[in-house]
């Protein structure tokens, strides 16, 4: 069965049709599929595998921002933090990268989701395959994904200067 059917069918199973949409030129990036579908790049979803202590884990990203490992694994609580290879992203979704979807997964896998893609009322993310997405809405994508929603970029604290620095 290929990649797409694949999703499609476990939608079904959660009862979300979703209006997946097929691009040739590729939706390979966060860059590439905003392009393609009209969007703004903070409303692509970025689907990545990392693994913690070992562990397979889930952040779907906004396009725009960058994890920062220091802060995942803070949140976490855990030691380690690393981007998941080629071979373990497949082997716990299902899936290759570039064309991960946010859910629908060969293994339940634990999920974190970007705050930042809670100011949208839709998001685009990958169907199953590098040239294939769908809309969402972040509070359904939260639902279906079974994510936590939690900061996972890089925030820089203000704080004001003492009276003495002046």
């Known amino acids: ?6 999703f499609q069918a ?10 997946i949409q097929f691009f040739p030129e590729g939706t390979k990036t966060a860059s590439d599929a905003a392009a393609a579908v009209g969007c703004d790049v903070a409303q ?6 990392f693994l913690t ?10 396009g725009k921002n960058r994890v920062d490992q220091d802060t995942v694994k803070l949140l976490l609580g855990a030691e380690s933090f690393e981007m998941a290879k080629p071979e373990i992203v497949r ?6 990268i570039g064309g991960t979807p946010p859910f629908g997964h060969t293994q339940p ?30 509070t359904e994508l939260r639902k279906i994904a079974g ?4 900061t996972v970029k890089l ?6 200067p003492s009276p003495r620095d002046s």
């Open 147 to 150: 994510a936590t929603l939690a």
């Open 91 to 96: 082997s716990h979704t299902g899936f290759a």
């Open 1 to 6: 069965m290929k990649a797409n059917d694949r």
């Open 44 to 49: 692509i979803v970025k689907s990545l595998v």
């Open 109 to 138: 896998i634990q999920t974190i989701m970007d705050e930042d893609l809670d100011a949208f009322d839709e998001v685009w993310a990958a169907a199953g395959t590098p040239n294939s997405c769908f809309p969402i809405s972040p």
């Open 53 to 62: 202590d070992n562990q397979p884990i889930l952040l779907l990203v906004s």
């Open 10 to 19: 476990s939608c079904k199973k959660v009862g979300y049709e979703p209006d």
């Open 155 to 160: 925030c820089l604290l203000y704080t004001s």
